[in-house]
T-cell receptor
Framework: NAGVTQTPKFQVLKTGQSMTLQCAQD?????MYWYRQDPGMGLRLIYY???????DKGEVPNGYNVSRLNKREFSLRLESAAPSQTSVYFC???????????????FGDGTRLSIL | SQKIEQNSEALNIQEGKTATLTCNYT??????LQWYRQDPGRGPVFLLL?????KEKRKERLKVTFDTTLKQSLFHITASQPADSATYLC???????????FGTGTQLKVEL
C-alpha cells in the first residue's frame, strides 16, 4: 500500500500564479486533511473533509480552496499565490467518522512550495 | 486563548538513557491525545494514542502519560538509540471530524 501520496513534491511559483496540490489515499479512509508547516509554528490545519462530499475550514483557510473529489482524493488550490503561502504542505487521512473516531492520522511526505 | 506547548529547545541525551518529552496545554479539555514522530523531509508518523480516562499507555520502549488535572502529557523513550533521533509532536483532539491541533514539536538527539 502506498498510503498517502502527494504531488508534486516541490514547486516554485511566482506571486499571483495559481496551483493545485494533489493528495490521494488508498486506505479507504473517510476523513482527509490539509496542513501547512512553518518553522516555529508547527502544523496548522487549513481545511479538512470529515467524509466524502463535505469540507470545512480549519485554523488558516484564507487564500485556499479545497475539493473532495471522491473518497480517495482531496486537492488544495491556491488561486493567487502570495509569498506568505511559502510553506511545506501536508495531506493526511484517518479512518472512522465523527468525533468519536479517535483514529490516528496518516500523513504524506509533503509538498515544498516556494512563492517568489 | 488555547495553547499547546512543547520544549522548543532540542533535547540531547546519551544512548541508553531515558528521554522524557513534555506536552503542556491550556484551555483545552481533549478527549484524547496523540504523539507523532517526524523525520527531516518526511511527514509525521503516528506513535501512540492515550484517552482522557487512561493514565498511562505503553508500546515497546515508548510510554505516554496523560494528566488531565495538570493538563500535561509526558512521552518517554527508554533505552534510547541514535535511531530515535527525530522531532516528536503531540497533538490534541479538538473536536469535529477527528480534528487534531498539534504542538510545535521537540527535537530529540540521541548521541553515542
Amino acid at each position: 500500500n502506498a498510503g498517502v501520496t502527494q504531488t508534486p513534491k516541490f514547486q516554485v511559483l511566482k506571486t499571483g500564479q495559481s496551483m493545485t496540490l494533489q493528495c490521494a489515499q488508498d486506505m479507504n479512509h473517510n476523513s482527509m486533511y490539509w496542513y501547512r508547516q512553518d518553522p516555529g509554528m508547527g502544523l496548522r490545519l487549513i481545511y479538512y473533509s470529515a467524509s466524502e462530499g463535505t469540507t470545512d475550514k480549519g485554523e488558516v483557510p484564507n487564500g485556499y480552496n479545497v475539493s473532495r473529489l471522491n473518497k480517495r482524493e482531496f486537492s488544495l488550490r491556491l488561486e493567487s499565490a502570495a509569498p506568505s503561502q511559502t510553506s511545506v504542505y501536508f495531506c493526511a487521512s484517518s479512518g472512522g467518522q465523527g468525533d468519536s473516531s479517535n483514529q490516528p492520522q496518516h500523513f504524506g511526505d509533503g509538498t515544498r512550495l516556494s512563492i517568489l | 486563548s488555547q495553547k499547546i506547548e512543547q520544549n522548543s529547545e532540542a533535547l540531547n541525551i546519551q544512548e541508553g538513557k531515558t528521554a522524557t518529552l513534555t506536552c503542556n496545554y491550556t484551555n483545552y479539555s481533549p478527549a484524547y491525545l496523540q504523539w507523532y514522530r517526524q523525520d527531516p523531509g518526511r511527514g509525521p508518523v503516528f506513535l501512540l494514542l492515550i484517552r482522557e480516562n487512561e493514565k498511562e499507555k505503553r508500546k515497546e520502549r515508548l510510554k505516554v502519560t496523560f494528566d488531565t488535572t495538570l493538563k500535561q502529557s509526558l512521552f518517554h523513550i527508554t533505552a534510547s538509540q541514535p535511531a530515535d533521533s527525530a522531532t516528536y509532536l503531540c497533538a490534541l483532539f479538538t473536536g469535529g471530524g477527528n480534528k487534531l491541533t498539534f504542538g510545535t514539536g521537540t527535537q530529540l538527539k540521541v548521541e553515542l
